[in-house]
């Protein structure tokens, strides 16, 4: 079974911001956030979302998000 090592806290992923360079934080998954929109999801998030989880990345120094393909794991 494939699980999103991220959503189960096995690594943690720091991404880094492509605005200032900092480290960003990854916060829940995009799923959660976008529920309302979900109809609207592009099709290939939905495509993906069995091999990949999708976070957001917040940047805590100029405040950038950006949405970041978590590769899942074999558990
Ligand atoms: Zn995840
Ligand atoms: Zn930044």
């Given at each position: 079974m494939?699980i999103?090592?991220?959503?189960?806290?096995i690594?943690?992923y720091i991404?880094?911001?492509?605005?200032?360079?900092?480290?960003?934080k990854v916060?829940d998954r995009?799923?959660t956030?976008?529920d309302?929109?979900a109809?609207?999801?592009?099709q290939?998030?939905?495509?993906n979302?069995?091999?990949?989880c999708?976070?957001?990345?917040?940047c805590e120094?100029?405040g950038?998000?950006?949405?970041?393909?978590?590769?899942k794991?074999?558990?």
């Amino acid at each position: 079974m494939l699980i999103c090592p991220v959503c189960n806290g096995i690594i943690d992923y720091i991404g880094i911001c492509p605005n200032c360079k900092s480290q960003m934080k990854v916060q829940d998954r995009v799923e959660t956030y976008f529920d309302e929109y979900a109809q609207n999801l592009e099709q290939n998030l939905l495509e993906n979302s069995k091999q990949v989880c999708s976070h957001y990345c917040y940047c805590e120094n100029c405040g950038k998000t950006t949405t970041v393909k978590i590769e899942k794991i074999q558990e």
